[in-house]
């Protein structure tokens, strides 16, 4: 597709319930990020792929938060065990360049988790 | 601890007026910057970017003006539009072996008074 594409868009789930969310980047992309955006705050990093590898969880609040990208390309976060505190936007972005990485982020629309 | 803050959470402008958008950060290792627009339920769009080399870069409407003893960019939207109505995100990254992560600050939501 033309753009980041990511589903579900909208999720609620309830307290203890497993949850995937589901990142296709830009074709070619080499560069994947995964954000997280709470109500009325910035998106906070959460990991980042170049290719199939997970260079950089550091950002992942917890070991409930899980995140693969197997073939280098589509990329799932999932998050086990959700909390309330879990609920947020999850933003995906994806880069072109793998390398020192200057160029814009493109993001995609964001999954929105409710966790009742 | 924020490294990257934009201490006005809105600001309010009338159509046709300039529109100054401030943001400040912590870490002398960011070197790149970057402006990210966001409407509601889309994810947000780049805008314009500035690295520390240097001091402006101009697109359009938009110029960026980065002060690096100061640690403060600003972004300059001329003249304003309505549909310039949204939330606005100032993002910065590190140089090269310091990751790849962008850190985002809080927002700004600009509203364009028509």
């Known amino acids: 597709g033309a753009g980041v594409s990511q589903s579900p868009r909208y999720k609620v789930a309830k307290r203890g319930q497993d949850v995937a969310l589901r990142c296709d980047p830009i074709?070619?992309?080499?560069?994947l990020f995964w954000y997280q955006q709470a109500l009325g705050q910035g998106p906070e990093f959460l990991t980042y792929f170049q290719n199939e590898a997970q260079l950089d969880k550091s950002g992942l609040p917890s070991d409930r938060f899980f995140a693969e990208r197997p073939e280098g390309s589509v990329s799932t976060l999932k998050i086990q065990r959700t909390q309330q505190e879990d609920s947020a936007v999850y933003l995906c972005a994806s880069s072109a360049r793998g390398d020192r990485n200057t160029g814009e982020l493109f993001f995609g629309e964001g999954s929105r988790l409710t966790v009742l | 601890d924020q490294q990257v803050k934009q201490n006005s959470p809105s600001l309010s402008v009338q159509e046709g007026r300039i529109s100054i958008l401030n943001c400040d950060y912590t870490n002398s290792m960011f070197d790149y910057f970057l402006w990210y627009k966001k409407y509601p339920a889309e994810g947000p769009t780049f805008l314009i970017s500035i690295s520390s080399i240097k001091d402006k870069n101009e697109d359009g409407r938009f110029t960026v003006f980065l002060n690096k003893s100061a640690k403060h960019l600003s972004l300059h939207i001329v003249p304003s539009q309505p549909g310039d109505s949204a939330v606005y995100f100032c993002a910065a990254k590190g140089a090269y072996n310091y990751g790849q992560n962008f850190v985002f600050g809080p927002g700004t939501r600009l509203s364009v008074l028509p």
């Open positions: 074709s070619g992309h080499v560069s």
